[in-house]
């Protein structure tokens, strides 16, 4: 049935922009057209597929930057920016010991931007490690681990194992001097597991020493698991952030919707006929969920906005400055690339890269067990217990003084280890002064 000319959008008569609006093909894509009503703005977000990712109404504290520092929208941006550039090299690599470092010569000296590319990955690489981990401070200081997040935050906790892992990965492709040796001592620690520690090593190299079946395993892990692993618990990471609401501010009383799902469940038999929990539909949302569970209910519609444009315009804002500071890294500082991996020559100090280096200074105080295993393995199992561990449902510092005060001296211990193991060591893990010699590359 043609449409009638009521059912048509209308058609803009003046502009580029405005034409190009009108036209079919751009009609064909967005289909639902734009508007400055409230109703308008809700439909747009509702047909557009980039835009359902969002919430079509926001508090209007979150557009300050104040309010999440825009720390996991920023670790977004890089695993994308990664993503691409990442493939772009994949065009020009081979994960083979006799072609690996001839390919990234050839990568810097041959091919069209394709040095500028590899900066560019590296320092994204390094940036998203430092964003994903203030990312996970900011949540633990605001609490927003707390009920109905808990999930959210061990899934959050998955992000950064896997982005570091992602990191680590990738440092050995170049397959030089400084790659292998970092490896060397990363992979050094895993043997030291109880009961799996030369099993998980064997299986993460392939053998006792690196070589062609490392560079091929860390190959595929770096490009296919850890890929498909972070897209997964990204994408479970905004689902549960849509489903269990914004974190605004650090004051406030944590919501405990499972709590509520546990009462309605526990509905005397009489208000269950037929099997279905029989709940006021006045206190229904669609008939399926029920009002209270809806996070955010109370809020004062007053004071929210849409999404479209007041958030999202931000966030291409910010999308495109960290673009500009990647590149204008990826421009200043050239990833480093030094002589082919030699297996019989270790330089010295042969340090972990940089997120690692704390553990290897921690190893220079313990045993390689306590070091190397027990406490990075105690640190990440602390997170995850976290939020079911910590029952005090108020988000306000003042009523949570012991628990920052005990993540906060952890958190300055590793960056204190981690200051010390990059600048203060050299040869033979001895303590030298940046200033008189510096033993770091990043």
């Known amino acids: 049935m043609p449409a009638t000319e009521t059912d048509r959008p209308p058609v803009p008569r003046?502009?580029?922009?405005?034409?190009?609006?009108g036209s079919t093909l751009y009609?064909?894509?967005?289909?639902?057209p734009g508007s400055d009503s409230p109703s308008g703005r809700a439909l747009h977000a509702f047909g557009n597929v980039f835009l359902h990712i969002y919430p079509v109404r926001i508090p209007r504290g979150l557009?300050?930057?104040r309010s999440t520092w825009r720390l996991g929208f920023i670790s977004s941006v890089l695993f994308a920016l990664l993503f691409i550039t990442g493939l772009y090299l994949m065009f020009f690599y081979t994960p083979a010991v006799s072609m690996a470092y001839g390919d990234m010569q050839q990568l810097r000296a041959q091919v069209g931007f394709g040095q500028l590319i590899r900066n560019v990955h590296r320092w994204g690489a390094h940036l998203m490690v430092l964003a994903v981990v203030l990312h996970l401070v900011r949540v633990f200081v605001h609490g927003g681990y707390k009920a109905p997040?808990?999930?959210?935050?061990?899934?959050?906790?998955?992000l950064l194992v896997v982005t570091l892992a992602y990191s680590f990965t990738g440092y050995l492709l170049p397959w030089d001097q400084l790659a292998y040796w970092a490896v060397t001592v990363g992979s050094g620690l895993v043997k030291y597991a109880p009961g799996v520690g030369n099993v998980l090593r064997d299986f993460l190299l392939?053998?006792?020493?690196?070589g062609q079946a490392a560079l091929l395993r860390f190959y595929v892990i770096h490009v296919a698991v850890l890929t498909v692993a972070f897209a997964l618990l990204m994408a479970v990471h905004l689902w549960r952030i849509r489903k269990d609401g914004l974190v605004v501010g650090d004051t406030g009383v944590a919501h405990d919707v499972t709590a509520r799902v546990d009462d309605r469940i526990a509905l005397p038999a009489a208000e269950q006929a037929d099997g279905v929990a029989r709940l006021d539909d006045s206190r229904r949302v669609l008939g399926v969920v029920h009002v209270d569970e809806v996070p955010g209910r109370s809020r004062d519609p007053d004071d929210e906005v849409f999404s479209?444009?007041?958030l999202i315009i931000r966030h291409q804002v910010i999308a495109l400055a960290?673009?500009?500071?990647?590149?204008?890294?990826?421009?200043?500082f050239e990833a480093p690339l030094r002589d082919i991996a030699n297996p019989n020559l270790t330089p010295e100090p042969s340090k972990a890269p940089w997120y690692f280096v704390g553990l290897q200074e921690l190893l220079a105080h313990f045993d390689p067990l306590v070091a190397g295993v027990l406490a990075p393995g105690a640190l990440v199992a602390a997170l995850v217990a976290l939020p079911y561990?910590?029952?005090n449902p108020s988000r306000r510092p003042a009523d949570r003084k012991v628990a920052l005060v005990l993540f906060w001296a952890v958190f300055l211990g590793l960056v204190v280890l981690t200051i010390i193991g990059a600048f203060f060591r050299g040869p033979g893990w001895a303590f030298v002064l940046p200033w008189e010699h510096l033993y770091f590359e990043p």
Do not use: H, K
């Open 149 to 158: 997040r808990q999930f959210n935050w061990v899934i959050g906790v998955g």
């Open 14 to 21: 003046r502009g580029l922009m405005a034409r190009l609006r």
């Open 206 to 210: 392939g053998g006792e020493t690196i």
């Open 389 to 391: 561990v910590d029952r």
């Open 322 to 332: 960290v673009c500009a500071l990647v590149l204008a890294l990826g421009i200043a």
């Open 27 to 32: 009609r064909s894509v967005v289909r639902t």
């Open 308 to 310: 479209w444009p007041a």
């Open 63 to 65: 557009l300050r930057f």
